[in-house]
T-cell receptor, first 114, second 114 residues
Protein backbone atom coordinates (compact mmCIF):
# COMPACT_ATOMS: atom_id res chain seq x y z
CA UNK A 1 0.00 0.00 0.00
CA UNK A 2 1.07 3.57 -0.59
CA UNK A 3 1.46 5.81 2.42
CA UNK A 4 2.37 9.17 3.89
CA UNK A 5 4.22 9.97 7.10
CA UNK A 6 4.13 13.07 9.27
CA UNK A 7 7.32 13.07 11.34
CA UNK A 8 6.21 15.69 13.86
CA UNK A 9 3.38 15.17 16.35
CA UNK A 10 3.44 18.81 17.38
CA UNK A 11 4.61 22.07 15.80
CA UNK A 12 4.68 25.36 17.69
CA UNK A 13 5.14 28.73 16.01
CA UNK A 14 4.67 32.36 16.99
CA UNK A 15 1.98 34.40 15.31
CA UNK A 16 3.32 36.20 12.27
CA UNK A 17 6.16 33.73 11.73
CA UNK A 18 6.25 31.32 8.80
CA UNK A 19 5.04 27.80 9.47
CA UNK A 20 5.91 24.43 7.97
CA UNK A 21 4.14 21.13 8.60
CA UNK A 22 6.08 18.21 7.18
CA UNK A 23 4.89 15.24 5.15
CA UNK A 24 6.84 12.55 3.33
CA UNK A 25 5.35 10.00 0.97
CA UNK A 26 6.01 6.46 -0.17
CA UNK A 27 4.38 5.97 -3.56
CA UNK A 28 5.00 3.87 -6.64
CA UNK A 29 4.04 5.74 -9.76
CA UNK A 30 2.46 9.20 -9.76
CA UNK A 31 1.66 10.57 -6.30
CA UNK A 32 -1.75 12.09 -5.57
CA UNK A 33 -1.28 14.04 -2.36
CA UNK A 34 -3.62 16.11 -0.21
CA UNK A 35 -3.63 18.29 2.88
CA UNK A 36 -6.57 18.58 5.27
CA UNK A 37 -7.14 20.59 8.45
CA UNK A 38 -9.35 19.57 11.37
CA UNK A 39 -10.59 21.92 14.07
CA UNK A 40 -11.79 20.48 17.42
CA UNK A 41 -14.91 18.32 17.15
CA UNK A 42 -15.23 19.09 13.45
CA UNK A 43 -14.78 17.22 10.20
CA UNK A 44 -11.79 17.55 7.92
CA UNK A 45 -11.52 20.54 5.60
CA UNK A 46 -9.71 20.22 2.29
CA UNK A 47 -6.79 22.65 1.87
CA UNK A 48 -5.00 21.66 -1.32
CA UNK A 49 -3.85 18.82 -3.53
CA UNK A 50 -0.93 17.90 -5.76
CA UNK A 51 -1.67 15.99 -8.92
CA UNK A 52 1.02 16.81 -11.50
CA UNK A 53 2.53 20.04 -12.71
CA UNK A 54 3.82 22.91 -10.62
CA UNK A 55 5.78 21.90 -7.55
CA UNK A 56 4.31 24.79 -5.54
CA UNK A 57 0.59 24.28 -4.96
CA UNK A 58 -1.56 27.09 -3.62
CA UNK A 59 -4.60 26.32 -1.51
CA UNK A 60 -7.20 27.73 0.83
CA UNK A 61 -6.64 30.24 3.68
CA UNK A 62 -3.20 31.30 2.42
CA UNK A 63 -1.67 27.85 2.66
CA UNK A 64 0.62 26.37 0.04
CA UNK A 65 2.57 23.15 -0.28
CA UNK A 66 5.88 22.35 -1.89
CA UNK A 67 6.22 19.05 -3.73
CA UNK A 68 9.79 17.72 -3.83
CA UNK A 69 10.23 14.53 -5.81
CA UNK A 70 13.87 13.94 -4.89
CA UNK A 71 13.10 14.19 -1.17
CA UNK A 72 9.66 12.51 -1.52
CA UNK A 73 8.16 15.34 0.50
CA UNK A 74 5.03 17.46 0.36
CA UNK A 75 5.40 20.04 3.13
CA UNK A 76 2.61 22.45 4.00
CA UNK A 77 3.64 26.09 4.40
CA UNK A 78 2.24 29.49 5.23
CA UNK A 79 4.27 32.71 5.16
CA UNK A 80 2.65 34.26 8.24
CA UNK A 81 0.86 32.13 10.84
CA UNK A 82 -2.35 33.17 12.57
CA UNK A 83 -3.57 32.05 15.99
CA UNK A 84 -6.67 30.76 14.20
CA UNK A 85 -4.47 28.34 12.20
CA UNK A 86 -4.05 26.27 15.37
CA UNK A 87 -5.56 22.88 14.51
CA UNK A 88 -4.75 19.29 13.57
CA UNK A 89 -3.29 18.87 10.08
CA UNK A 90 -3.40 15.66 8.05
CA UNK A 91 -1.45 14.77 4.96
CA UNK A 92 -3.12 12.13 2.77
CA UNK A 93 -2.47 10.05 -0.34
CA UNK A 94 -4.76 8.29 -2.77
CA UNK A 95 -3.65 4.66 -2.68
CA UNK A 96 -3.70 3.76 -6.37
CA UNK A 97 -2.96 0.11 -5.54
CA UNK A 98 -6.05 -0.11 -3.37
CA UNK A 99 -8.93 1.38 -5.30
CA UNK A 100 -7.69 4.96 -4.88
CA UNK A 101 -8.78 5.01 -1.26
CA UNK A 102 -7.50 7.93 0.76
CA UNK A 103 -4.91 7.09 3.41
CA UNK A 104 -4.01 9.60 6.08
CA UNK A 105 -0.85 10.38 7.97
CA UNK A 106 -0.91 10.35 11.77
CA UNK A 107 -1.54 14.09 11.96
CA UNK A 108 0.39 17.09 13.27
CA UNK A 109 -0.94 19.38 15.96
CA UNK A 110 -0.11 22.99 15.05
CA UNK A 111 -0.18 25.57 17.83
CA UNK A 112 0.26 29.23 16.95
CA UNK A 113 1.00 31.40 19.98
CA UNK A 114 0.16 35.12 20.14
CA UNK B 1 -23.27 23.81 -2.24
CA UNK B 2 -20.09 22.13 -1.05
CA UNK B 3 -21.54 20.62 2.09
CA UNK B 4 -21.78 17.16 3.46
CA UNK B 5 -24.41 17.11 6.20
CA UNK B 6 -24.38 14.54 8.97
CA UNK B 7 -27.06 13.88 11.58
CA UNK B 8 -27.15 13.63 14.48
CA UNK B 9 -24.14 15.60 15.70
CA UNK B 10 -24.06 13.69 18.97
CA UNK B 11 -25.42 10.27 19.87
CA UNK B 12 -25.37 8.30 23.11
CA UNK B 13 -26.56 4.73 22.87
CA UNK B 14 -26.64 1.63 25.00
CA UNK B 15 -25.07 -1.63 23.93
CA UNK B 16 -28.47 -3.14 23.13
CA UNK B 17 -29.80 -0.21 21.11
CA UNK B 18 -30.25 0.14 17.39
CA UNK B 19 -29.55 3.53 15.87
CA UNK B 20 -28.65 5.03 12.52
CA UNK B 21 -26.29 7.76 11.37
CA UNK B 22 -27.27 9.76 8.32
CA UNK B 23 -25.27 11.61 5.69
CA UNK B 24 -26.40 13.73 2.77
CA UNK B 25 -24.67 15.57 -0.08
CA UNK B 26 -26.05 17.45 -3.07
CA UNK B 27 -22.85 17.99 -5.01
CA UNK B 28 -23.56 15.21 -7.50
CA UNK B 29 -20.74 13.13 -6.06
CA UNK B 30 -20.83 9.43 -6.92
CA UNK B 31 -18.46 8.15 -4.24
CA UNK B 32 -19.36 8.25 -0.55
CA UNK B 33 -17.38 7.06 2.45
CA UNK B 34 -17.69 6.26 6.13
CA UNK B 35 -14.66 6.82 8.34
CA UNK B 36 -14.11 6.19 12.03
CA UNK B 37 -11.84 8.52 13.98
CA UNK B 38 -10.62 8.00 17.51
CA UNK B 39 -9.29 10.93 19.52
CA UNK B 40 -6.00 12.38 18.22
CA UNK B 41 -5.82 9.70 15.50
CA UNK B 42 -6.30 9.87 11.72
CA UNK B 43 -9.57 8.77 10.16
CA UNK B 44 -9.81 5.07 9.34
CA UNK B 45 -11.77 3.98 6.30
CA UNK B 46 -14.76 1.74 7.01
CA UNK B 47 -16.91 1.61 3.87
CA UNK B 48 -16.91 3.00 0.35
CA UNK B 49 -19.86 3.30 -1.99
CA UNK B 50 -19.24 4.02 -5.63
CA UNK B 51 -22.26 4.69 -7.84
CA UNK B 52 -24.47 3.47 -4.99
CA UNK B 53 -22.78 0.10 -4.78
CA UNK B 54 -20.71 -1.03 -1.84
CA UNK B 55 -17.24 -1.49 -3.22
CA UNK B 56 -15.11 -1.92 -0.15
CA UNK B 57 -15.53 -3.03 3.41
CA UNK B 58 -12.38 -2.68 5.44
CA UNK B 59 -13.11 -5.75 7.59
CA UNK B 60 -15.58 -3.84 9.72
CA UNK B 61 -17.60 -5.84 12.29
CA UNK B 62 -21.13 -6.76 11.24
CA UNK B 63 -22.59 -4.61 14.01
CA UNK B 64 -21.98 -1.75 11.56
CA UNK B 65 -24.20 -1.95 8.48
CA UNK B 66 -24.01 0.66 5.69
CA UNK B 67 -26.77 1.58 3.30
CA UNK B 68 -26.87 3.86 0.28
CA UNK B 69 -30.54 4.52 -0.59
CA UNK B 70 -29.66 6.86 -3.47
CA UNK B 71 -26.78 8.87 -4.84
CA UNK B 72 -27.23 11.66 -2.28
CA UNK B 73 -27.77 9.67 0.91
CA UNK B 74 -25.65 7.37 3.02
CA UNK B 75 -26.66 5.68 6.25
CA UNK B 76 -24.76 3.72 8.85
CA UNK B 77 -26.91 1.38 10.92
CA UNK B 78 -25.62 0.52 14.37
CA UNK B 79 -26.61 -2.49 16.46
CA UNK B 80 -25.17 -4.08 19.59
CA UNK B 81 -22.15 -1.79 19.71
CA UNK B 82 -19.35 -2.01 22.24
CA UNK B 83 -17.90 0.84 24.33
CA UNK B 84 -14.74 0.70 22.20
CA UNK B 85 -16.87 1.75 19.22
CA UNK B 86 -17.19 5.20 20.76
CA UNK B 87 -15.60 7.61 18.28
CA UNK B 88 -16.23 10.39 15.78
CA UNK B 89 -17.88 8.94 12.67
CA UNK B 90 -17.19 10.93 9.54
CA UNK B 91 -18.98 10.80 6.24
CA UNK B 92 -17.25 12.04 3.09
CA UNK B 93 -17.94 12.27 -0.60
CA UNK B 94 -15.94 12.82 -3.76
CA UNK B 95 -16.83 13.33 -7.40
CA UNK B 96 -15.78 9.75 -8.02
CA UNK B 97 -13.13 7.34 -6.78
CA UNK B 98 -10.46 8.64 -9.09
CA UNK B 99 -7.01 9.39 -7.67
CA UNK B 100 -7.12 13.13 -8.34
CA UNK B 101 -10.42 13.84 -6.59
CA UNK B 102 -10.50 15.41 -3.17
CA UNK B 103 -12.98 14.23 -0.57
CA UNK B 104 -15.33 16.58 1.24
CA UNK B 105 -16.11 15.69 4.84
CA UNK B 106 -19.10 16.26 7.05
CA UNK B 107 -18.73 17.54 10.60
CA UNK B 108 -19.15 14.08 12.00
CA UNK B 109 -21.31 12.31 14.56
CA UNK B 110 -19.78 11.99 18.01
CA UNK B 111 -20.91 8.54 19.17
CA UNK B 112 -20.73 7.39 22.77
CA UNK B 113 -21.62 3.78 23.61
CA UNK B 114 -22.52 3.20 27.25
Amino acid sequence: AQSVAQPEDQVNVAEGNPLTVKCTYSVSGNPYLFWYVQYPNRGLQFLLKYITGDNLVKGSYGFEAEFNKSQTSFHLKKPSALVSDSALYFCAVRDTFRNNDMRFGAGTRLTVKP
Amino acid sequence: DTEVTQTPKHLVMGMTNKKSLKCEQHMGHRAMYWYKQKAKKPPELMFVYSYEKLSINESVPSRFSPECPNSSLLNLHLHALQPEDSALYLCASSLERGPNTEAFFGQGTRLTVV
